[in-house]
């Protein structure tokens, strides 16, 4: 009764995700293997930016305190909005640029 070997016995969630991604006409993703130095840099990256973030955010929160203008608090909310995307945008062309092949 068993149509196949990839369709019988438990699966697990990922799997299942993937099953309906392609039901519904979308790819699986690519399975790069990336080396454990790679791996570790990408890691080091992440760790880097999040910690930029945190100290963002507390000065943010710091400015804030000290700000009751609505004007003045929305530029400073501005501002770290901006910041923040720097950032952000930052950690994500270095990660993507230690994925793609050199």
Known sequence: MARDDKTTGMKSAYDLALERLEEQGIERPRDE???PEVREQIAELRKQSEAKLAELEILFRDSLKGTVDPSERAKV????????????????????RLRSPS
Do not use: K, Q
């Open 33 to 35: 293997g990336l080396s």
């Open 77 to 96: 909310e501005e501002e770290y909005a901006a910041e923040r995307h720097r950032v952000e945008a930052r950690r994500d062309r270095e990660i993507e």
